[in-house]
Nanobody
Framework: QVQLVESGGGLVQAGGSLRLSCAAS????????MGWFRQAPGKEREVVAT????????YYVDSVKGRFTIAKDNAKSTVYLQMTSLNPEDTAVYYC????????????????WGHGTQVTVSS
């Protein structure tokens, strides 16, 4: 079992930055691939970034490449999403998710989810 709790969301102006954190509890965090997903009102949940269980391999959706960075600290059982150059299109609820095995862009294959944290970017 893995329990996930996101934090770090908030209201920020366009061009600003936020760092999201996802604290995990459970003995298997170090062997879990992690993903950050987001869901805007009226839209489907979409992948933002994923990271291999070792932290050695990452994926970013095109719209955030060069602006967002995902990182995994197994010693702290925490995964981060550093977001810079935010724009209003980034407004959404952001979720972290964990799964055993390889990282995936498909939210349906993730085993555990946090409750989400709201990110709002004003223009």
């Amino acid at each position: 079992q893995v329990q996930l709790v996101e934090s770090g969301g908030g209201l920020v102006q366009a061009g600003g930055s936020l760092r999201l954190s996802c604290a995990a509890s459970g003995r298997t965090f170090s062997s879990s691939a992690m993903g950050w997903f987001r869901q805007a009102p009226g839209k489907e949940r979409e992948v933002v970034a994923t990271i291999h269980w070792s932290g050695g391999s990452t994926y970013y959706v095109d719209s955030v490449k060069g602006r967002f960075t995902i990182a995994k600290d197994n010693a702290k059982s925490t995964v981060y999403l550093q977001m810079t150059s935010l724009n209003p299109e980034d407004t959404a609820v952001y979720y972290c998710a964990a799964r055993y095995g390889s990282a995936s862009v498909n939210p349906r294959v993730y085993d555990y989810w946090g409750h989400g944290t709201q990110v709002t970017v004003s223009s």
